[in-house]
């Protein structure tokens, strides 16, 4: 049995690693359906394996990171003949979410994301600090090899490193969410569901693609969905609302028409972080509220039940945890 578990470990983390990997491709397929070129550098908006990544170190252990290395490599071999340069890329690539799990490690940061220092250290450490590691590597690279000439540096480095943060904004929490989901909705609250869903799918696209520039209309939606259904909600409408932006900031339509490849990049970046940083502290806001209000019920609930047995007379009723202790805590031995 021993000689099993001892064989059976190694399989699991190639398993593991393995799926990293696909996962990782695979988001970064779709994230290049939708491409700006900045400088004349091919850029994305938001570049989901970032995300993926950090979520699957977060979950899986840092020990996972062969897995992007490998992912990353795949995507880059799907776009171009792989050069010297390229190792500095994957270097970037897989230092950059390293760099933000070890952060919000040592931040004491929860994947449950049920307190307001959780979305703050995601955004501030996760997304905007650790990010800064890819942005400089990858582009650095580029630049002294050439393919980037060196007055675009710093346009290249700039889409290069909101893209990354807006992946860590829209896929991680998400990703997380998903991983901790013990239980599905009751099913009074579907109906809810199913009309922000609707009012999402309608009220996004108009808005987005209005010549009159209504991107602000999805707020109060954002706003709807964070009260009702918490993270879980306002993550996904982000998400929608970003993804239907990005497709008409690529076409040049709606709220994008007639600007500059650098005044869309700007525009988009600017609307998408805000609408990511809106969901995701307006979320973390309302769940540590909640989770106080509940903890004062129950301190409340308590102190109910001890002046109860006061006014009968009787001994208050002692806490579990020093019941616990006493309970636990050896019989003497020897003689009296």
């Not at 860590?168 to 990703?175: E, G, K, M, Q």
């Not at 998408?272 to 609930?301: D, F, H, P, Y």
Request: with cysteine; glycine share 8%.
């Amino acid at each position: 049995m021993v000689g099993f578990e001892e064989l059976r470990r190694p399989g699991v983390r190639v398993v593991q690693l393995l799926a990293v990997a696909a996962c990782y491709y695979a988001a970064a397929r779709l994230g290049l359906l939708c491409r700006l070129t900045v400088e004349g550098a091919v850029v994305t908006p938001i570049w989901p394996p970032t995300g993926v990544a950090l979520a699957a170190l977060l979950i899986l252990g840092l020990g996972c990171w062969p897995g992007i290395t490998l992912g990353a490599f795949f995507a880059v071999l799907s776009l171009t003949t792989p050069e010297p340069d390229v190792l500095g890329i994957l270097f970037g690539n897989t230092a950059a979410p390293l760099c933000a799990a070890l952060l919000l490690r040592r931040a004491g940061f929860r994947t449950d994301l049920s307190r307001l220092r959780d979305g703050l250290a995601l955004v501030f450490l996760g997304a905007l600090g650790a990010m800064l590691v890819s942005a400089s590597v990858g582009v650095g690279v580029l630049a002294l090899t050439g393919s980037v000439p060196r007055h675009s540096f710093w346009p290249v480095w700039l889409a290069w490193w909101v893209g990354d943060a807006m992946g860590v904004l829209l896929v991680t929490p998400l990703l997380l969410l998903l991983h901790g989901a013990r239980r599905p909705l009751p099913l009074r609250r579907w109906k809810e569901a199913t009309a922000l869903a609707v009012v999402a799918c309608a009220l996004v696209p108009l808005a987005v693609h209005s010549s009159l520039s209504l991107l602000f209309l999805v707020y109060p939606l954002i706003i709807w969905a964070a009260l009702r259904f918490r993270l879980i909600g306002s993550v996904l409408c982000a998400l929608l609302t970003s993804v239907v932006a990005t497709v008409a900031a690529t076409d040049g339509v709606g709220a994008f028409a007639g600007l500059s490849r650098t005044e869309v990049m700007v525009k988009l970046q600017a609307f998408n972080g805000a609408m990511a940083l809106t969901a995701l502290l307006l979320s973390a806001v309302i769940i540590e509220q909640r989770n106080t209000r509940s903890s004062v019920e129950k301190a409340c609930q308590e102190l109910v039940e001890v002046l109860e047995h006061l006014t009968a007379g009787e001994a208050p009723p002692r806490p579990p945890s020093e019941a616990d202790d006493i309970d636990d805590r050896p019989w003497p031995t020897g003689t009296p």
